[in-house]
Every structure is written in structure tokens, then in C-alpha cells.
């Protein structure tokens, strides 16, 4: 795949707060990128830079092989969903999808068809069959060519939505950029247009930008995430690969994935000795992490519970696992899964396991986990050293 | 770069802008503070345009406050001074009670006729002081309906009562009651009803609540009702003009006396900017009152009183229809709606009388009066609907561009722009047109007098209506609307055409009705600035009054009510269907 849209050293500040911190990012073509992060990171400041309502202190922005840095917005192919949609609301559905075609038509137009356009919309709109022609398709393609003439006060949430998709969408922009569409949605809904919109990448070969706070969204929709964090870009990755091997414990901690011990790393024996504060030590590879203060990340999922007295328990731990004494404080059952509140002598540990399984219904037991997973981040430096490797 | 080309076009608009503020507002205000210390009528920019820059050196030579001390010497500006204030406190005080009454009235689902009194309360909206005091005389002064009625039946109606402070307070609070009736009932509807309701589950009763919570809470908007009740009856030319007698003084009619009856520009200057600076400061007050003390906006959903039942009340079950506290309610409402209807009755039934003898009632109706005043002789109010249209369409245009601007793109000296702008809506007309008649009446900027300083100064005065409407409307617009515009394809001017426009319409029709209607019915500015061959009838009907023809005066009057109360029904009647 090519890349689509290349943001490279993007500088953005308004006044002493600095909105995108040198970001620099290649968009492939045809895949959903989402820019995750917390409310004030920068990702709607680089959202509204590529749309071309914000414009960068230093760097470029590159649209296939043109660059668009200083272009206006509606010199650029590019469509925008907005959070509230933004819908014309003094115009009905029909003329909201061809405003876009209307607005170029405009440009494009001698002075007696400009001053036509100027007077009113809709005649000229329905007069022209190739744009009601294109209207009607975008229309058709999420499904409300039977509310075209309706206003959008009159529409529930969800079917604005569509409006604001088919509007974005009838220009035929190259990249479609989309400020947390979804945020205004009940969950059920959610889902639903998130399985649209994965349907819509794959029959028109788009191009999206997501913007979103919410991570679970951005994991399910998303081919490839950023993550930015205080105006920096800090990770690209795949969903699986940012779930598995965030670059960082701030990131880890954005992500809400707990587990997060702090502890001490010392070499002995050629082997790598942790001590966490929680009251275990954990005996992993030397080339695992520097000596020093550390912080480990264990991820709820690879957390086995075991029921003390059990014949699991009683066996001795596999090769290459850590065994802990804990008590359960506190289940919160999840249907297929079970989040357990784990004691273990000096903290508190989540494990997230099957319902199926019966380790968890007991007080006394033993956690388990593979040695392996166990990611170290050095205190007070950024990128993580781990085993099981990042990018 | 966009960025450099979208600035550099808002930067042209704005020094236009600026140049427009200082030609209008600044010239005239300097020139009265020069006129004020020097005694001369002498504009300093005239000087510099001239290219005799010692002039002004030598203007400066002769500043002095002599001038000023000598004013505040004289015992008869003293007493207009106080008389003024006085008069515009009393009427501000009985305005703020009245308009809170009334605004009750319109709400207490237990006050009989309330939807009746809700209607009635716009309307003194479209009887401003002028038309006021000419119905106020038509109706009880000498000559007038009450007197014609009444003496032969022999009851002897104290027709000179009507000449004094009573009378000019009685026409002011009727007429300026609505601006505290409708800021007063929106700000009742917009409390937070849960704050009622804790304070009842706290064991307060109604009659509880009313002093300790809402009242309390409406204290803003009282007070802020109160100011600006203060500002339009200190700024008030047109009322003191028709109905005090010459031996009772106020400071506005001595200003315009001052300058038409003896060229006296000190005198006349010293007032003006004696007016101007209480104005302002009542103004002040108002803006420090409402900032920050907004307790609509704490983040509840406040409760709709509209739908039978007012902030701070709970009607029980076995509550009478009527208490006698409502049914009081709608006594008073009844008593100070009379008046405007009796106005308006009285300028209708004169303006249809051909000659009236020695009975109760005319000796004959005719159409004479309203057809020579619209058909013989159409030209004052074809000069007002010229001036008028001319007048909404330069301030609607200056206006929005401002809110453009201010809106859209914000810049450096913002506040002081849009504080320029809507100072002049403050400015009384007597005061701002001495100023303009003593910075415009020598070359090179010799526009004194002639129909362009008219409007200009309709212009100057009315573009604030404008700013405000348009502003407020496109605050509330959210931008994406104009930035999804643009992501679609569309340049400004399209953007501006099918966006903004359509969207800001209703605020523009709105404010220019409101303009028209106080175009058409202006006094002040009109009576200094009018040139002889451009009269607007709002002087026709002041001269027939003057010269005792009542019934063309009333002619005249019945149909300038109807020229602001026909836009304003209408507009009325559009918005309410727009809404449902």
C-alpha cells in the first residue's frame, strides 16, 4: 500500500500550549487510521490541520505527491465528519448531500451560472441529472434516499449520522476524516455503523483519519493507531500490537491497562532479579531491562488463577512461570469473563479470566503467569526494553 | 499562505470600520469636549484637514475650564441637572415595579387574563416616548379627547395637569415598562426550577421562597431593567419636548435650547457631555450588574414556567382558581394597560374627526386627515421610508460585518472596536447631534446640513441594533457549520451566501424592524439634523401639534404607530410560526 497523507515535522502552538509537538506521520492508502488520545493531546488540532482549518508553525502536510500545507480547506479533497455533524439544518437531506457538488459546481461556473447559484441551490441542483444522479447514489449508499426530503431537525440521531456520511462522502474525497463521529451515539448504535463504516472502507478503498478518545473504538475500527500524548505522536502500531507492547508506561496507563508495578531490576547469576514492591520478585532474562528502577506490566488476560489445594496447585509451576500466593478481594462478573481484585502480599493485582473456570469463586489462591509477558519499563525514561519486542 | 490572505482581508474591513467610527463618533465627541473648554465652534480635524495645523495650537491656548465652572455656577443648569436625575430615577423605580408586576402577572397561571396581559405587554413596544407624549396629549391635554368629552358634561377635566413632571414620568414608564416586563419574565422563566423545589423540600413555603430565593435570584435582571430604564428616560428628548412647560427645566431640553435659541456652543456642549458621561455610567453599572451573576447558567436544565406554573410556586389541589393576591395582579396589569390602548384610541378617533362642537362627541367623521397626510401630501413619509430603508440597509450591512469580524475573526483591539460600535446606541440624540452640528458645520468637512449626516447619524445610532442581533445570532452558530461548508468545496462567498445568511436571517429581520421603527419615530436627532428639504414626517407631526392642527397631528401619529406596528405583528407572527 502507498501512503496517502504524510504529516512530516508538524509543529502547531496556540500561544504557551503546544497542540502537536514535531508529529510526523505516513497515512497508507485505503486504511483506517485512528489518532487516539486523551482530551488536549493534539489529535484534533492535526485533524483540523490536515482539513485545513488550522495551519502548521513548521512541517508539511503531503496529499498523495502534492503538497496541501497552506491550501484552504475547500481547495482540498478531503471530506470531514464532524462530532455534531454540522448538518445545514435550513436545508433538507438532499440539499445537504449536494451541497458539496453545488460548491464546486460554483467555482467551476461562468458569472450568469454563479449568480444562478447565488439566488438558490435546489433548482439548479435537481436540474442537473449527473448531480442528482450522484446525490441519489450517496443517498442509497447509507440508506436514507427514502428521507431526502425531509429537514435534519426532523431525524433521529443515527439517521443524521448517515446524512453527515453521505455529505462527506458524495464529493468523493480522497481521505475522509472523522472528529469522534460516534461520540453522539448510544452504544447499541455504535456498533452498528462501526461495522458500516469497516464495510465502507473495504467497497470504496477510503481513506479515513479517526479521531477519538475512546480506546475500544479505535481497536475495533481501526487498522493502525496513533497514539498522541501532550501534543506528540508516541505510537503507531497495529490494534494487537499497541494492546500487547504499548512504547510506554504513560501509554499503558492511557490505555487503562492495570498492573502497573513499580520495582527494583539487579543482575545475578547472569540473570535478570525484580523486585517489585508488591512483595514478589520475578526472574527474567538479563538482557530483559537495565538495572534499576523499574516498572512491570502484566497484562490482566495472562493472569491464570488456581485454587489453592487444587492438583494444579499442588504441581509445580511450568518452566519459565511465576507463581503467587493472593486473596480474592473482589469479582466483577462479565458474562464470558470474570475481572478478579487480586491480594497479593503488599498490592493489589487484576486478573481478567474465564467464567468457566472455578479458581476464581475461591479466597485462597495462586496466580500464575508466563515470565515472559511481563514488560519492563525503565522509571523515568520513555521507550520500553522488552522481550517480546515492539515495532 | 490562506492563513496571511484570510487576516489581510479582515484587516482592510476593520480599518474601514475604524475610519467610519472616528468620522461618525470620535470627531463629534472630541469637537464637543474642544467646544466645551474653548467656547469655539471649532473642529480641530477641520484645522489639519485644511493644512492649517497652527489653528489648533492656538485652540489649545484657549482651553479653560471657565466655561465649565461658569456652568455649574448657574443656578437654572443646576436645577435641570437635578431635575433630571430625579425624573429618571422615578420613572426608572416605578418602571422596575411595574414591569416586575406585570411580568408576574403574565405567568401566574391563577391571574385572570393572563395570556391577555402577556400580549398587551408587547405592546407599548411599538409606542416609543414620542408617540407617546403626542397620544398622551391628544388624549388629556388641552383639546385633547378627555377634555372634548368630558366639559360638556360639565365635569371639568384638568386638562393642564398634563403639562409638568407627572406627565412626562406617566408617558416614560409607559411606554419603557416592557424593557423590564420582558427582562424580568425571561429571566423568571429561565430559573432553575429545582432551586425552588429544594427550597420547598427545606421546609420554606411559597411565600418563603419569594423573598429569600427568588427575588434574590431575579436581582440582576431587576437591576439591569432598572438602568436601562434610567438611560432611555435620562436620553429622553422627545416626551419632555412635547408636554413640560418652559419654566420646567431638564437638562436635555436645555442643551437643544441652548444651541437652537442662542448659539450658546459652551453651554450646550457642557450638557451634552454632562449627559454622555451619566449615561455612561449608568451603562457601566448595567454591563458590571449582569456580568458574572448569570445563575441561569450553573448547568441545570431549567425548568419551563410557561407550562402553568412560575418559579418558586406549587399550586395544591385544593388552591382557589384566583387568590386575591393574583386577582390584585390582574387589576394592575388591567390599570397600566389602559393607558397605551387609551393612546392609541384617542390618536385613532382624532385622526377620523372632521370638526368637533360643543358635545360629547365629534360632530362629524372623516377621512380627510388620514388621506391627506398619506396620498395629498405623501412626502414626509415618503422621506421617512427612505430614510428608514436607507438607514436599515447601511447599518444591517455595517452590522454584520462587524459580527463578522468580531465573531469570526477576532484580532487585536477587538474590545475597544466593538465597544465604538455599540457606545452610540447609549448616546442620547440631543447630545450626539451637537456634537455633529459643531464638528460638521465648517469646511472642509462641511456636511451640516444635509440628508447624509442624517443618516449618518441614524446610521451611527442604529448599527448597535444590528451588531446586537447579528452578533448574538451567529455566537450561537456553531462554526463547524461554516467549516463543513468549506471541507465541502465552498469559498467565503458562497459559504456566506448559502450558510451564514439563510441562517442569520431571522436576526436581521428582526433588527430591522427594530431599526425602521426607531428611524421612523425619532425626534431628536431629526429636529437638529434635518436639512428644510428633507423633513421626515416625525417633524410634520410635530410642527401640526405645535401649530394646534390635533387632528392632522393624530394623522399623522395613527400612522406612524401603524408603520412600526405592522413589521413588528408580522415579524411576531413569522417567528412564532418558524417555532411551532
Same mark, same amino acid.
Given at each position: 500500500m502507498s501512503t496517502k497523507l504524510i504529516f512530516d515535522g508538524i509543529s502547531r502552538r496556540f500561544g504557551t500550549t503546544?497542540?502537536?509537538?514535531?508529529v510526523t506521520l505516513a497515512v497508507k492508502e485505503s486504511e483506517i487510521f485512528a489518532l487516539l488520545g486523551?482530551?488536549?493531546?493534539?489529535k484534533t488540532t492535526l485533524l483540523r490541520i490536515a482539513a485545513g482549518f488550522e495551519f502548521p508553525d513548521t512541517g508539511t502536510v503531503t496529499l498523495g505527491d502534492r503538497e496541501?500545507? /497552506? &491550501?484552504? !480547506?475547500?481547495?482540498?479533497p478531503i471530506g470531514l465528519m464532524f462530532?455534531?455533524? /454540522? &448538518?445545514? !439544518?435550513?436545508?433538507d437531506v438532499r440539499t445537504n448531500v449536494a451541497y458539496g457538488l453545488l460548491a464546486r459546481r460554483f467555482r467551476q461556473a461562468g458569472l450568469l451560472e454563479r449568480l444562478q447559484l447565488l439566488i438558490g441551490l435546489r433548482r439548479r441542483a435537481w436540474n442537473d441529472p449527473e448531480m442528482l444522479r450522484l446525490t441519489d447514489e450517496a443517498l442509497e449508499l447509507v440508506e436514507i434516499a427514502h428521507l431526502a426530503?425531509?429537514?435534519?431537525?426532523?431525524?433521529s440521531g443515527g439517521q443524521q449520522q448517515r446524512v453527515a456520511l453521505a455529505r462527506a462522502l458524495v464529493t468523493r474525497p480522497e481521505v475522509l476524516l472523522l472528529d469522534?463521529?460516534?461520540?453522539?451515539?448510544d452504544a447499541g448504535l455504535r456498533e452498528r455503523v462501526r461495522a458500516e463504516l469497516r464495510a465502507l472502507k473495504t467497497k470504496l478503498g477510503l481513506t479515513m483519519i479517526y479521531v477519538t478518545h475512546d480506546q475500544e473504538e479505535a481497536f475495533a475500527l481501526a487498522d493502525r493507531i496513533g497514539v498522541m500524548l501532550e501534543g506528540a505522536l508516541v505510537q503507531v502500531a497495529s490494534p494487537t500490537e499497541l494492546y500487547r507492547a504499548p512504547v510506554s508506561i504513560e501509554v499503558a496507563e492511557f490505555l487503562r491497562l492495570p498492573n502497573r508495578l513499580p520495582g527494583e531490576a539487579r543482575v545475578a547469576d547472569g540473570s535478570l532479579s525484580v523486585a517489585l514492591e508488591a512483595g514478589f520478585a520475578l526472574k527474567m532474562d538479563a538482557a530483559a531491562c537495565k538495572p534499576g528502577g523499574v516498572t512491570a506490566l502484566i497484562h490482566p488476560e495472562e493472569i491464570h488463577v488456581l485454587a489453592a489445594g487444587s492438583a494444579e496447585a499442588k504441581a509445580a509451576p511450568a518452566e519459565g512461570f511465576t507463581r503467587v500466593a493472593a486473596t480474592v478481594v473482589d469479582t466483577e462478573f462479565r458474562g464470558a469473563s470474570v475481572m478478579v481484585t487480586l491480594a497479593v502480599p503488599n498490592g493489589t493485582l487484576f486478573a481478567l479470566v474465564?467464567?468457566?473456570?472455578?479458581?476464581?469463586?475461591?479466597?485462597e489462591v495462586l496466580i500464575e503467569f508466563r515470565t515472559m509477558s511481563v514488560r519492563l519499563y525503565p522509571q523515568g525514561a520513555g521507550a520500553a526494553t522488552t522481550l517480546t519486542g515492539g515495532e | 499562505m490562506a492563513t496571511h490572505r484570510v487576516r489581510r482581508r479582515g484587516r482592510g474591513l476593520r480599518i474601514g470600520l475604524w475610519f467610519y467610527l472616528v468620522i461618525a463618533l470620535l470627531i463629534p465627541l472630541v469637537t464637543l469636549i474642544v467646544v466645551a473648554f474653548?467656547?469655539?465652534?471649532?473642529?480641530p480635524v477641520n484645522a489639519l484637514l485644511a493644512g492649517k495645523p497652527h489653528l489648533i495650537l492656538d485652540l489649545l491656548r484657549q482651553f479653560s475650564a471657565e466655561p465649565v465652572i461658569e456652568v455649574f455656577q448657574t443656578a437654572r443648569y443646576r436645577q435641570a441637572l437635578g431635575n433630571s436625575i430625579a425624573l429618571s430615577l422615578s420613572v426608572a423605580l416605578i418602571a422596575t415595579i411595574g414591569g416586575t408586576l406585570v411580568a408576574f402577572a403574565t405567568l401566574k397561571?391563577?391571574?385572570?387574563?393572563r395570556r391577555t396581559w402577556w400580549l398587551l405587554s408587547?405592546?407599548?413596544?411599538?409606542?416609543?416616548p414620542f408617540l407617546g407624549a403626542i397620544g398622551f396629549k391628544l388624549l388629556a391635554?388641552?383639546?385633547?379627547l378627555l377634555p372634548k368629552m368630558l366639559d360638556p358634561l360639565g365635569f371639568d377635566w384638568?386638562?393642564?395637569?398634563?403639562?409638568?413632571f407627572g406627565g412626562v414620568i406617566l408617558v416614560q414608564v409607559v411606554t419603557l415598562m416592557p424593557v423590564v416586563t420582558l427582562g424580568v419574565r425571561a429571566a423568571l422563566q429561565r430559573l432553575d426550577q429545582a432551586l425552588g423545589e429544594a427550597a420547598f423540600t427545606l421546609g420554606a413555603t411559597p411565600s418563603v421562597v419569594l423573598p429569600t430565593v427568588t427575588l434574590p435570584l431575579l436581582l440582576p435582571s431587576l437591576g439591569a431593567g432598572f438602568l436601562l430604564v434610567f438611560m432611555r428616560s435620562f436620553g429622553d428628548f422627545a416626551t419632555p419636548l412635547i408636554?413640560?412647560?418652559?419654566?420646567k427645566k431638564l437638562l436635555i431640553v436645555e442643551a437643544y435650547k441652548d444651541l437652537t435659541g442662542g448659539l450658546f456652543w459652551a453651554e450646550a456642549a457642557i450638557q451634552s457631555i454632562l449627559i454622555i458621561l451619566i449615561v455612561m455610567a449608568a451603562m457601566a453599572l448595567e454591563r458590571r450588574m449582569l456580568k458574572g451573576r448569570d445563575?441561569?447558567?450553573?448547568g441545570h436544565r431549567a425548568g419551563?414556567?410557561?407550562?402553568?406554573s412560575v418559579f418558586g410556586e406549587l399550586r395544591l389541589?385544593?388552591?382557589?382558581?384566583?387568590?386575591w393576591g393574583e386577582r390584585l395582579l390582574a387589576l394592575v396589569s388591567g390599570g397600566i394597560f389602559t393607558v397605551p390602548i387609551l393612546l392609541i384610541l384617542s390618536m385613532l378617533l382624532l385622526a377620523l374627526t372632521a370638526s368637533w362642537g360643543d358635545?360629547?362627541?365629534?360632530?362629524a367623521l372623516t377621512l380627510l386627515n388620514l388621506s391627506r397626510v398619506t396620498?395629498?401630501?405623501p412626502r414626509p413619509l415618503v422621506i421617512t421610508l427612505i430614510a428608514s430603508i436607507l438607514t436599515i440597509l447601511v447599518s444591517l450591512a455595517l452590522g454584520s460585518l462587524a459580527a463578522y469580524l468580531l465573531r469570526r475573526q477576532p484580532g487585536k483591539g477587538d474590545s475597544l472596536l466593538e465597544f465604538g460600535l455599540n457606545?452610540?446606541?447609549?448616546?442620547?440624540g440631543i447630545a450626539l447631534g451637537i456634537g455633529m452640528i459643531a464638528a460638521f458645520n465648517?469646511?472642509?468637512?462641511?456636511?451640516?446640513?444635509s440628508a447624509f449626516l442624517l443618516i449618518l447619524a441614524y446610521v451611527l445610532t442604529r448599527t448597535p441594533n444590528a451588531l446586537e442581533s447579528v452578533g448574538a445570532a451567529m455566537h450561537q452558530l456553531p462554526t463547524s457549520l461554516e467549516e463543513a461548508s468549506a471541507t465541502l468545496g465552498g469559498i467565503p462567498l458562497f459559504t456566506q451566501r448559502h450558510v451564514l445568511a439563510p441562517l442569520l436571517e431571522p436576526a436581521l429581520t428582526s433588527a430591522a424592524v427594530m431599526i425602521f421603527f426607531s428611524v421612523a419615530n425619532d425626534i431628536s436627532l431629526t429636529l437638529l439634523l434635518a436639512p428644510t428639504l428633507f423633513t421626515p414626517a416625525s417633524i410634520s407631526l410635530y410642527h401640526e401639534m405645535d401649530s394646534g392642527r390635533l387632528y392632522l397631528a393624530a394623522a399623522y401619529g395613527v400612522v406612524l404607530f401603524l408603520f412600526t406596528a405592522i413589521p413588528y405583528i408580522w415579524q411576531t407572527w413569522r417567528q412564532s410560526r418558524a417555532t411551532g
Open positions: 503546544v497542540a502537536a509537538k514535531d486523551p482530551s488536549g493531546s493534539g496541501i500545507t /497552506a &491550501l484552504p !480547506p475547500w481547495d482540498r462530532q455534531q455533524y /454540522a &448538518l445545514f !439544518p435550513h436545508l426530503e425531509r429537514r435534519p431537525a426532523n431525524l469522534e463521529p460516534l461520540s453522539a451515539l474465564s467464567s468457566q473456570e472455578e479458581g476464581w469463586r475461591r479466597r | 474653548t467656547s469655539q465652534p471649532v473642529n397561571p391563577g391571574v385572570p387574563g408587547a405592546l407599548p413596544l411599538a409606542i416609543p391635554g388641552r383639546g385633547g384638568p386638562a393642564d395637569a398634563v403639562y409638568s408636554l413640560l412647560p418652559p419654566s445563575y441561569h447558567s450553573l419551563s414556567s410557561s407550562e402553568g389541589p385544593s388552591a382557589p382558581r384566583s387568590t358635545s360629547p362627541f365629534p360632530d396620498v395629498t401630501s457606545m452610540p446606541m447609549v448616546l442620547p465648517a469646511p472642509p468637512l462641511a456636511f451640516h446640513p
